[in-house]
């Protein structure tokens, strides 16, 4: 089953823009994570953000957490065209090894 | 530093065929190992994950079985393939809940 779901399922914007993409999940978490999948490939680890962190940044990402409303939002500023990709959240729940996936958002930026 | 390979890149397969994808990791030991399916658009759907050399644990029962013969490679076999295998197949490896993960660059596994 999908811990997360992604929203909006697309968006597309101009280069330069900000691109926002919000994540909300369905139980407690230890810890929430964001990659990213160009078409056809493997996912690629982005950030990850811990269950008592309320906001962290890497680069252009900037990732938040509420976990009171249990959603995540991750914000990419400045973006560009190699930013053109799907992204998805994912959670690790408990005491368990294993991280369950959104249905991810597919972010076009164009020139 | 640690790299993961996986193998092949695409397959075509008929229905009934068996399959065997194969998923090493390298520069790591003791990793946990997780095999992915993403159907056309769609999120991941976890398969099997092992944290051990010989321990599956499988989280949707289906038409594959996972192996983990040695402590960095773990395969995802079927006896009889059917159509809706087809899908994207990713493995990937992390050293713990609180680490990212690391993906293979996955399979396509079309059955026909």
């Known amino acids: 089953s999908q811990q997360g779901e992604e929203d909006p399922q697309a968006l597309s914007i101009q280069e330069g823009e900000n691109a926002t993409m919000n994540c909300s999940y369905k139980t407690s978490i230890n810890n929430l994570q964001w990659y990213r999948q160009n078409s056809g490939r493997g996912l690629v680890h982005l950030i990850l953000i811990r269950s008592n962190e309320r906001e962290k940044h890497s680069g252009r990402l900037r990732v938040t957490l509420d976990t009171s409303k249990k959603s995540s939002s991750l914000l990419i500023t400045a973006s560009r065209a190699a930013d053109t990709a799907s992204y998805f959240c994912?959670?690790?729940?408990?005491?368990?090894?294993?991280?369950?996936f959104g249905t991810g958002t597919q972010l076009k930026v164009e020139l | 530093s640690q790299t993961i390979h996986q193998w092949p890149a695409t397959l075509v397969q008929p229905v009934g065929s068996p399959l065997s994808l194969e998923c090493t990791v390298e520069g790591t030991s003791n990793p946990n190992l997780y095999w992915y399916r993403q159907a056309a658009g769609r999120g991941l759907q976890l398969l099997f994950y092992s944290v051990g050399i010989g321990q599956i644990s499988s989280e949707v029962p289906q038409n594959l079985s996972a192996s983990r013969p040695q402590d960095r490679q773990f395969i995802l076999s079927s006896k009889k393939l059917l159509l809706s295998d087809s899908g994207f197949y990713l493995c990937?490896?992390?050293?713990?809940?609180?680490?990212?993960?690391?993906f293979g660059s996955g399979t396509r596994l079309t059955v026909v």
């Open positions: 990937a490896w992390s050293k713990g809940t609180v680490y990212g993960y690391t």
């Open positions: 994912a959670a690790t729940t408990g005491g368990g090894n294993k991280l369950t």
